[in-house]
């Protein structure tokens, strides 16, 4: 990534690339193409966010088997579990929040949490 606002906008990009994956009808950003601030990135975040949840709290308990298939930029299809591209999803984020911790700390700033699991409850993140 470029720029820490290139990746904050490629974690929830992609985050929303997986959903559409296993949704029935796609979920779009009306304005992504005018993410031009840190408002207009948190506001894209949690519009992600909340159709993730959403998907979540819909999720039937097959999802460890069903299988969805994904077709590569290069036209080849590829067959993964739900359980699987959850997991993915959640692996991707967690990559990027140590790569932002990293950039945080060299410009002496308080890294952002992994802990996923308190991660909400801490006013400080």
Request: proline share 1%.
């Amino acid at each position: 990534m470029k720029s820490i606002r290139e990746m904050l906008i490629h974690i929830a990009d992609c985050e929303l690339l997986w959903l559409n994956s296993m949704v029935e009808k796609n979920i779009l950003y009306e304005t992504r193409n005018s993410i031009n601030s840190l408002e207009n990135i948190r506001a894209y975040s949690a519009f992600v966010k909340s159709h993730t949840a959403y998907f979540i709290k819909q999720l039937l308990s097959e999802y460890e088997n069903k299988i969805i298939e994904v077709k590569r930029r290069d036209g080849t299809l590829l067959n993964f579990t739900q359980k699987k591209i959850l997991a993915h999803m959640i692996t991707h984020e967690i990559h990027h929040i140590g790569q932002l911790s990293v950039w945080a700390r060299e410009l002496q700033l308080k890294p952002v949490s992994s802990d996923l699991i308190i991660r909400n409850f801490d006013k400080s993140t």
